[in-house]
């Protein structure tokens, strides 16, 4: 069902802000780079946020605009103040 969920978004059919949260959450459950840049871990005794690796560093913002999701800094900063909590300029990989 995803590739057909990932075809309506990519033809603006269906918003694909939440599909790019399933698919990231996916990627990463499988150990591999997720897409979209949506997941983070605590690290540093849980002290600080860290972005699951992501495929293609360059191109994250541009991706992410595909799917109606803000370019990544807007995210970290949604994400220390909603969470509290620093990020970290560690990137964690997700391999299992």
Known sequence: MLPKLEKLAAERKIDGSALAT???KELVSEGKLQRYGTQFKLVDGNTK???F???DPEGLDARRA???LVPISMY???L???YHV???DQIVSAAK
Do not use: P
């Open 66 to 68: 595909t799917v109606f």
């Open 80 to 82: 220390e103040k909603g």
């Open 86 to 88: 620093q990020l970290s």
């Open 53 to 55: 690796a992501v495929e």
């Open 49 to 51: 946020m860290a972005m």
């Open 22 to 24: 399933v698919v990231d």
């Open 76 to 78: 970290e900063q949604t």
